[in-house]
């Protein structure tokens, strides 16, 4: 089955603790994205990756990281966390018709 | 910059109640708009692609439209199952935008039994 995985779903922390979202697509795309969402601001890219090796900032990128050693494995690095980092993030790969496929998300507080 | 903007922000509707979401953007050279259904608790769902004005498509009750300044979501007779929140998203073709999608904050569409 075609799919996007994050994990971990669910994660509470502490501010400053380092932190890593995983995200695994099988869809053999090349683009992968990370997104941040939430209330009344919608969707808002945090970065993108075009293919290994090659990551670029989106509109949000402030205090994330993020690395593509591998084509299907696109991890979130959150190096100290903050709580305005409080938010659900999705994952997502595109394909070549342009249509993104999202993980089930990942719902992150920082206390 | 690309903008999108989603009206309303929330709707509510009796079962087989027909009505139409709106999506109105701005974009340097429209390369594509998507619309997305976003159930709660899940990622959005891929639902429709429109590359040109006067481009239609249908899937089951609902229809998308587009026009050079806006897109529809047009929902017939609907049903407690198309409760959701439904997102429209556009690429443009500036050297920035060609590469990530600008998305509006959604519609959260709720129907009635």
């Known amino acids: 089955e075609a799919q996007v995985t994050q994990n971990p779903r669910y994660l509470i922390t502490v501010t400053g603790k380092k932190l890593t979202v995983t995200c695994s697509q099988n869809?053999?795309?090349?683009?992968m994205s990370w997104y941040r969402q939430d209330p009344g601001l919608g969707l808002r890219q945090i970065y993108y990756s075009m293919n290994v090796e090659v990551t670029d900032k989106g509109d949000v990128p402030e205090g994330y990281k993020v690395s593509r050693k591998e084509k299907r494995n696109f991890p979130l690095i959150l190096e100290s966390p903050s709580p305005n980092q409080t938010s659900l993030y999705f994952c997502?790969?595109?394909?070549?018709?342009?249509?993104?496929?999202f993980g089930e998300g990942s719902r992150l507080t920082v206390l | 910059e690309d903008q999108v903007t989603q009206s309303p922000e929330a709707l509510r509707l009796q079962e087989g109640e027909s009505s139409s979401l709106n999506c109105s953007y701005t974009?340097?050279?429209?390369?594509?708009l998507f619309w997305y259904r976003q159930d709660p608790g899940k990622g959005p769902e891929f639902l429709f692609t429109l590359y040109s004005a006067g481009e239609e498509k249908e899937k089951e009750r609902l229809k998308a439209t587009l026009t050079k300044k806006e897109s529809f979501l047009h929902i017939t007779a609907p049903k407690p199952e198309d409760s959701a929140t439904y997102l429209c998203a556009v690429q443009g073709s500036s050297s920035g935008s060609a590469r990530q999608l600008t998305f509006g904050s959604g519609t959260q569409l709720t129907v009635l039994p």
């Open positions: 869809m053999n795309h090349e683009y």
């Open positions: 974009v340097s050279g429209l390369r594509g």
């Open positions: 997502a790969s595109k394909s070549g018709a342009g249509e993104l496929f």
